[in-house]
């Protein structure tokens, strides 16, 4: 797909009303783009919570609970999800209202074995149609969570449900009523994958409501490696959110019903921010640590908002981030870090060593990229002096695909910028809004692809099904966090990519999107067609 100029029919008052260095991109291009990637600025703006926010650093750190098989027969591990509104007591003293997996936020985690097939019977008793996306899994089409696959609640009965409410139509869309069965054989690299809801048009508010939920693949290799397990490893799901008078998630949705309208209230277009940093539903919370390694599986569930992460002790000491993991699973060896940049969908697999600190220390995980209230995520207390026998080994895995430039079939182009969609604003791909009745790339199982993005401003791309190895950032070496196989790489401002990927696993139609979720809604989605 080569860049078409959808931004130039937009009147000057109204690109500045989108908000100044995004407007003035969507006229002039790139170059302006360029320019501000010097010093990138978030995409997006902060909702302020109307409610007092608590002290940092006093609510514990939940976990969130594995969910348990109603079955393990023949092979497959079966689960029940009932996706159900229910409230909880997220701000000290407060009842939130939430959309929920099985009633918590996050949802229940569920735990796989690596080529173990998994079946999860979600049931829909929300007032509106979902959709369940198993993101960074090698999954079959009919299970992947396809926008217009949607799981209707009781009583649902809306004529229009292939298309969608920007005027698109479907003929390919597989409705179900009230429940549906998504089948997940995990044939994959052991790793921390997440579900939420894809719906047409309604992800962002859906996430930002609370369907989200981790999977954690294992396999008897990784097992066998020593790394820091049970209580040391720690699952956190970063999210912001803000907070109505009343108690409710504010969102500033032009629809609160999500029914009918898609979108958000314009000073959000580019993505909505929340002013309470949340790790596993928990606002800014603390946790005891012994004098020990732990494994951190940091998953960034953040609507638009991107963290740069920094360990500090209270003497202002950083401590080292080594990364042994990406999206798709381990690294090759560790690398380590002094900050990590992360950006919505990403995940990272971390290891940080409290062995230095002293009983009765505090070491705080920060965001560089937060001001304010925001710059704080969690604090880890260290509790107890013990003794590791954990390890970090200098070889993780020796699985990781060794594509080559030369292997490619194809080079394909895409930028990602604002443009015009139905007479008004929208996130574009190749200048094109989704459609899901085109095919924009058609390419065969087996083909490896070259593909070179380019962005305006911030937009964490994300390849349903396959895993990608990143090739360069702006005609230079990629950075260290890139390593690895990945399933979402983050475009900074006026950045270009290369990433390179093999389309295997299953024929049939996938997606390519950009994963901050206004963007999504607002039509940055593309269709891959494997034959």
Not at 99 to 115: A, H, K, L, N, Q
Not at 203 to 208: H, L, M, R, S, Y
Not at 324 to 348: C, F, K, N, S
Not at 401 to 410: F, L, Q
């Amino acid at each position: 797909m080569r860049e078409r100029d959808e931004g130039r029919g937009m009147s000057r008052r109204r690109m500045l009303g989108i908000g100044g260095a995004l407007g003035l991109m969507a006229a002039t291009g790139l170059s302006t783009a360029a320019a501000l990637a010097r010093r990138p600025s978030i995409t997006g703006a902060e909702l302020r919570s109307a409610v007092p926010l608590p002290p940092p650093f006093q609510v514990p750190l939940p976990i969130p609970l594995a969910l348990t098989p109603v079955s393990t027969a023949g092979g497959t591990d079966r689960y029940e999800i009932t996706q159900r509104e229910a409230s909880a007591e997220i701000l000290p003293g407060i009842r939130t209202p939430l959309w929920t997996y099985e009633g918590t936020f996050p949802g229940p985690t569920i735990e796989s074995r690596r080529g173990r097939p998994v079946t999860v019977t979600h049931r829909n008793e929300l007032p509106v149609p979902t959709v369940v996306h198993l993101h960074g899994g090698r999954t079959p089409p009919t299970s992947d969570g396809y926008p217009t696959d949607f799981v209707l609640p009781e009583g649902w009965h809306d004529a229009t449900l292939h298309g969608s409410a920007h005027g698109m139509h479907d003929p390919r869309a597989v409705v179900s009523k009230l429940t549906r069965d998504y089948t997940f054989p995990l044939d994959q690299r052991p790793t921390l994958l997440w579900y939420h809801d894809h719906r047409m048009d309604f992800t962002a508010p859906a996430i930002w409501r609370g369907l989200a939920g981790l999977h954690i693949v294992r396999d008897d290799a990784e097992d066998a490696l020593g790394m820091p397990e049970g209580p040391r490893e720690l699952p956190l799901m970063i999210a912001d959110r803000a907070f109505a008078a009343d108690g409710t998630l504010a969102y500033p949705a032009l629809d609160p019903t999500l029914r009918e309208r898609p979108g958000v209230h314009e000073p959000y277009l580019a993505g909505v921010l929340g002013d309470v940093i949340l790790v596993n539903g928990a606002p800014w919370p603390v946790h005891e640590v012994d004098t020990a390694r732990y494994r951190l599986r940091v998953l960034n569930a953040s609507n638009a908002r991107h963290y740069e992460l920094e360990a500090v002790t209270d003497d202002g000491r950083r401590l080292d981030l080594v990364q042994i993991g990406a999206d798709q699973g381990l690294l090759a060896a560790p690398i380590t870090h002094q900050t990590l940049p992360i950006a919505p969908a990403e995940r990272y697999d971390v290891i940080i060593d409290f062995s230095g600190i002293p009983v009765g220390g505090r070491v705080r995980l920060v965001n560089r990229l937060g001001s304010g209230r925001t710059r704080d995520v969690m604090a880890f207390d260290v509790a107890r002096h013990v003794t590791d026998d954990s390890r970090i080994p200098g070889t993780l895995s020796t699985d990781l695909p060794t594509w080559r430039r030369t292997d490619a079939v194809s080079v394909r182009d895409f930028s990602f910028r604002a443009g015009r969609m139905h007479g008004g604003h929208g996130w574009l791909i190749g200048g094109l809004p989704f459609d899901p009745a085109r095919a924009d790339v058609t390419t065969h199982l087996g083909d490896v692809e070259v593909w070179r993005l380019i962005a305006d401003v911030h937009h964490p791309v994300h390849l349903h099904l396959v895993g990608f190895r990143v090739l360069s950032r702006s005609g230079r070496p990629p950075l260290p966090h890139d390593a690895g196989l990945k399933d979402t790489i983050s475009l900074r401002p006026g950045e270009a990519a290369e990433i390179i990927t093999r389309f295997d696993g299953y024929r049939g139609r996938y997606l390519f999107h950009c994963h901050n979720a206004e963007h999504e809604d607002m039509a940055m989605m593309a269709n891959i067609e494997i034959s």
